[in-house]
């Protein structure tokens, strides 16, 4: 079984610059969700991708979009890089988006990309 | 949004001590999950427990979702526990399976 992983590793990017980020879900799973965590926080729920369209966002402006493919990996692109979009950038699969009434699925996450604007 | 509050912030420990955090939470959840942070960022799964008791070697969790809370326990603590651990949940109210995370709790096992 693959577990989620997340490219790339650590990027530095300037003030103004746009960035693309990539997730592929663990095996089996069809749902991407996408968190962002600033030094000595925790993460914050950025969006969620369930079926190739957005199931839910949270406090981000429209800067920060994504997009599910067939094969449900996902990427989040974010415009207009600001400084305080410096932070480890966390995806996480699960094998449903599990809302409503149901219980939620457990989400498993990736190691993260690091991101540093300058 | 649901608020999520674990203490204590921070925590030193021998190696061999035992342990208890805890995770209060302010609205009826779905899921909760324990996830430890590791020195590279990677969060690992503890345990998915929106209710009741699990355990899974030294660690042991507990879901009192009628009082709003979850203990994680653990005993015979050693080096390689060290990192911040997480209580993230969700709620029946929210439209996407998101979680809501606390601002953890830092643990340092000294040997």
């Known amino acids: 079984e693959t577990g989620v992983t997340q490219s790339p590793t650590h990027l530095i990017k300037t003030r103004g610059q746009q960035v693309t980020l990539r997730c592929s879900s663990q095996?089996?799973?069809?749902?991407v969700s996408w968190y962002q965590q600033a030094l000595g926080q925790g993460p914050q729920f950025i969006f969620q991708?369930?079926?190739?369209?957005?199931?839910g966002r949270g406090n981000f402006p429209p800067r920060f979009s994504g997009l599910q493919f067939p094969n449900y990996s996902s990427e989040l692109n974010v415009n207009a890089l600001e400084l305080d979009d410096s932070a480890l950038y966390l995806c996480?699969?699960?094998?449903?988006?599990?809302?409503?009434?149901?219980?939620?699925?457990?989400?498993?996450f990736g190691p993260g990309t690091r991101l540093t604007v300058t | 949004g649901i608020q999520v509050e674990q203490s204590p912030p921070d925590l030193i420990l021998q190696e061999g001590a035992n342990s208890t955090l805890r995770c209060n939470f302010s609205?009826?959840?779905?899921?909760l999950q324990w996830f430890h942070q590791n020195p590279w960022g990677q969060l690992i799964n503890l345990f998915y427990?929106?209710?009741g008791t699990k355990q899974n070697g030294r660690l042991s969790a507990t879901t009192v979702a009628t009082e709003r809370y979850s203990l994680l326990y653990i005993s015979s603590s050693q080096t390689t526990d060290s990192g911040v651990y997480f209580c993230?949940?969700?709620?029946?109210?929210?439209?996407?399976?998101?979680?809501?995370f606390g601002t953890g709790t830092r643990l340092t096992v000294i040997p």
């Open positions: 991708y369930y079926r190739e369209e957005e199931n």
């Open positions: 427990i929106p209710s």
């Open positions: 609205d009826s959840v779905n899921n």
């Open positions: 095996s089996g799973h069809n749902t």
């Open positions: 996480a699969s699960s094998a449903e988006p599990g809302q409503g009434g149901h219980y939620g699925y457990e989400q498993y």
């Open positions: 993230a949940v969700d709620t029946f109210q929210t439209g996407a399976n998101n979680l809501f």
